[in-house]
T-cell receptor, first 117, second 116 residues
């Protein structure tokens, strides 16, 4: 089975400091990895994805993620956090239609990011 | 705005009742996905349709059913509702004009169901 794990339920960081939200994956074959953000009472918004190519992927709102095949990780990062970045962040992996998955995304449990002044 | 529209936004009903949630995907997207988000279960994949046909099935209860119509909108039917069905139900669509897609999903704002 293909899955992602987000080991931290919550991450606290001071505004202006760098932030990291961790994600590890388990897939057979090449992974398609995604990060989404959810603000209160809203739907999920796409931040970035890794399909192939450069290990450092840049996305929306200044976020980036680093794909590390040897560590099976896809951590989300931002050099300088903002209070407005406070939200729930989800890592996800695409299950390939070639394995019968139908291209659905399997999500992690989410990490609540709190950025304080 | 993702371009995915879900109605209703909020729904309160009683146990044993039946409700229908509606989703209009982004213009041109052929795939529709339904997810359930609850505090104890997180985001759970329910079912996917591609151009009117069921493509993948996840943790969808037998009391739940879905379909995708020729105009590509989709409906999720929930029947014999139980307290535990209270959750946020999301619809998403993707740019899957062929069988294989590496693209992201675009989510609607969700339908919040409360079963009393």
């Amino acid at each position: 089975a293909q899955s992602v794990a987000q080991p931290e339920d919550q991450v606290n960081v001071a505004e202006g400091n760098p932030l990291t939200v961790k994600c590890t994956y388990s897939v057979s074959g090449n992974p398609y990895l995604f990060w989404y953000v959810q603000y209160p009472n809203r739907g999920l918004q796409f931040l970035l994805k890794y399909i192939t190519g450069d290990n450092l992927v840049k996305g929306s709102y200044g976020f980036e993620a680093e794909f590390n095949k040897s560590q099976t990780s896809f951590h989300l990062k931002k050099p300088s956090a903002l209070v407005s970045d406070s939200a729930l962040y989800f890592c996800a992996v695409r299950v390939s239609i070639l394995t019968g998955g139908g291209n659905k995304l399997t999500f992690g449990t989410g990490t609540q990011l709190k950025v304080e002044l | 705005d993702s371009g995915v529209t879900q109605t209703p936004k909020h729904l309160i009903t009683a146990t044993g009742q039946r409700v229908t949630l509606r989703c209009s995907p982004r213009s041109g997207d052929l795939s529709v996905y339904w997810y359930q988000q609850s505090l104890d279960q997180g985001l759970q994949f329910l079912i996917q349709y591609y151009n009117g046909e069921e493509r993948a099935k996840g943790n969808i209860l037998e009391r739940f059913s879905a379909q995708q119509f020729p105009d590509l909108h989709s409906e999720l039917n929930l029947s014999s509702l139980e307290l535990g069905d209270s959750a946020l139900y999301f619809c998403a669509s993707s740019v899957a004009r062929d069988r294989v897609s590496t693209g992201e999903l675009f989510f609607g704002e969700g339908s919040r169901l409360t079963v009393l």
